[in-house]
């Protein structure tokens, strides 16, 4: 009686083991499987990264482009209003001496 009983023992207790070994060969699997899904995340997120960079420089480099043309443009506005200031200034010495001349 105790051999048969031992024996029941023994084989529940392999069956509970390779239950257990089946489930975690599975739960290894499934493992295995994420971390191949996240795998791929990264690298999507790090390409994504890589040109989220990529355009940001660029637009920074255009940025700087931009700042420089607008610092021409405003260096040539504030010649062509002195210019201009210096014209009307003459205009008017031209207007006076004719005004003063038709004068007697």
């Given at each position: 009686?105790n051999?048969m009983?031992?024996?029941?023992?023994?084989?529940r207790?392999i069956n509970?083991l390779?239950?257990?070994?089946?489930?975690a060969?599975?739960?290894?699997?499934a493992?295995?499987?994420?971390?191949?899904?996240?795998?791929?995340?990264?690298?999507?997120?790090k390409?994504?990264?890589?040109?989220?960079?990529k355009?940001?420089?660029?637009?920074k480099?255009?940025?700087?482009?931009?700042q420089r043309?607008?610092?021409?443009?405003?260096?040539?506005i504030?010649e062509?209003?002195?210019?201009?200031s210096?014209?009307n200034?003459?205009?008017?010495?031209?207007?006076s001496?004719?005004?003063m001349?038709?004068?007697?």
């Open positions: 009686p051999i009983e031992l024996q029941r023992d023994s084989s207790q509970d390779k239950f257990k070994l089946v489930k060969e599975q739960e290894v699997t493992l295995e499987q994420n971390v191949t899904r996240l795998e791929g995340h990264v690298t999507r997120y390409s994504a990264a890589e040109n989220a960079e355009v940001e420089d660029e637009l480099a255009e940025r700087r482009k931009l043309e607008l610092r021409t443009a405003l260096d040539k504030e062509l209003e002195s210019s201009n210096h014209l200034k003459r205009l008017e010495k031209m207007k001496s004719r005004g001349a038709q004068t007697p």
